[in-house]
């Protein structure tokens, strides 16, 4: 048997694969490591690329339900490999030259699949959603099978959803900068509040905010496992208030019942007020999105 080197794409580890092997699992990282990647061998079909979008985008739903801390690897994971005949035909398209029909045929795709599953009530919550979407599954996933030569194409991606749909550009980031978004613990809830009033995300409320938690609050009895637990429900939390149609007033609420009189108690030293604000905050939305939904 003929046996060469390949280097993961994700870990950059080195492995033994056999020669006639399409593709293998990296024994480091568990990424699929396309191999024989000639064009003879396995030419890009154009014609099966826009079922394979569609099938890729109808299930967006329950992989969204799985975006959390302790969720997300293994359904990113099963994403890849469900998804995998999709990120091959996008892989041999690159290589193959056809970045440009690729990045046509999603656009149309998805515009075609919002067209038919949205009505102008629904519309832009069904935009909201997919746009997290796209971002944590099919963006990284396609950066996560062929990483580099992925780049310039996942990047074009994003911005070209942000251009059909008139919304912001799509970052294409890959798995592990998302993941380790968890660990850094960004601030869900707040970032979503200073984006729906139109708030920069370096605004001066929320670095106050994050010196906060990363300071005295992290500090406290029992304060990192508060933390902890804040972010791994955050984000379902965030899904479910866009999917109602008083998004934009609900992130109102929360500012003026609870980060404004955080503010307010830092400005004039009170942190352990601060700390009891934000944690009926935290309650009251588990409460209402969590605990009441799916009672």
Same mark, same amino acid.
Not at 292 to 295: C, K, R, S
């Given at each position: 048997?003929?046996?060469?080197?390949? /280097?993961?794409?994700?870990?950059?580890?080195?492995? #033994?694969?056999?020669? +006639?092997?399409?593709?293998?699992?990296?024994?480091?990282?568990?990424?699929?490591?396309?191999?024989?990647?000639? $064009?003879?061998?396995?030419?890009?079909?154009?014609?099966?690329?826009?079922?394979?979008?569609?099938?890729?985008?109808?299930?967006? /739903?329950?992989?969204?339900?799985?975006?959390?801390?302790?969720?997300? @690897?293994?359904?990113?994971?099963?994403?890849?490999?469900?998804?995998? &005949?999709?990120? #091959?035909?996008?892989?041999? %398209?690159?290589?193959?030259? #056809?970045?440009?029909?690729?990045?046509?045929?999603?656009?149309?795709?998805?515009?075609?699949?919002? *067209?038919?599953?949205?009505?102008?009530?629904?519309?832009? #919550?069904?935009?909201?959603?997919?746009?997290?979407?796209?971002?944590?599954?099919?963006? @990284?996933?396609?950066?996560?099978?062929? $990483?580099?030569?992925?780049? =310039?194409?996942?990047?074009?991606?994003? *911005?070209?959803?942000? &251009?059909?749909?008139?919304?912001?550009?799509? $970052?294409?980031?890959?798995? *592990? =900068?998302?993941?380790?978004?968890? !660990?850094?613990?960004?601030?869900?809830?707040?970032?979503?509040?200073? !984006?729906?009033?139109?708030?920069?995300?370096?605004?001066?409320?929320?670095?106050?905010? +994050?010196?906060?938690?990363?300071?005295?609050? =992290?500090?406290?009895?029992? %304060? &990192?496992?508060?933390?902890?637990?804040?972010?791994?429900?955050?984000?379902?939390?965030?899904?479910?208030?866009?999917?109602?149609?008083?998004? +934009?007033? !609900?992130?109102?609420?929360?500012?003026?019942?609870f980060l404004l009189p955080?503010? =307010?108690?830092?400005?004039?030293?009170?942190?352990?007020?601060?700390?009891?604000?934000?944690?009926?905050?935290?309650?009251?939305?588990?409460?209402e999105y969590l605990e *009441?939904?799916?009672?």
């Open positions: 048997m003929d046996w060469k080197e390949v /280097e993961c794409p994700v870990c950059h580890e080195k492995m #033994q694969a056999p020669g +006639k092997r399409e593709n293998i699992i990296c024994m480091f990282c568990g990424t699929t490591i396309f191999l024989n990647r000639d $064009k003879d061998k396995n030419p890009f079909q154009p014609e099966l690329f826009p079922q394979q979008v569609r099938q890729m985008l109808s299930g967006f /739903e329950g992989w969204l339900e799985q975006f959390s801390y302790e969720a997300y @690897p293994l359904a990113f994971d099963t994403f890849c490999k469900e998804n995998e &005949e999709f990120l #091959q035909q996008v892989d041999r %398209g690159i290589l193959q030259q #056809q970045a440009s029909f690729l990045l046509t045929s999603f656009l149309q795709e998805a515009q075609a699949f919002i *067209e038919a599953g949205s009505t102008k009530n629904n519309r832009k #919550q069904l935009l909201y959603r997919l746009n997290i979407y796209i971002a944590v599954y099919p963006i @990284p996933a396609i950066l996560h099978t062929s $990483k580099e030569e992925a780049r =310039s194409f996942c990047t074009s991606l994003g *911005e070209g959803w942000g &251009e059909t749909f008139s919304v912001s550009a799509v $970052k294409a980031a890959d798995y *592990e =900068s998302i993941f380790n978004g968890f !660990k850094r613990k960004l601030c869900y809830i707040t970032t979503a509040v200073c !984006k729906a009033l139109n708030k920069p995300e370096d605004c001066s409320e929320m670095i106050r905010l +994050k010196e906060y938690r990363d300071g005295y609050f =992290s500090r406290q009895p029992e %304060g &990192e496992a508060m933390i902890e637990e804040y972010y791994n429900i955050s984000p379902t939390i965030l899904k479910r208030i866009e999917k109602t149609s008083q998004g +934009k007033e !609900k992130y109102l609420w929360i500012w003026n019942r955080c503010l =307010s108690a830092l400005e004039q030293g009170r942190e352990a007020e601060c700390g009891l604000i934000y944690q009926e905050m935290v309650n009251q939305l588990r409460k *009441e939904w799916e009672g």
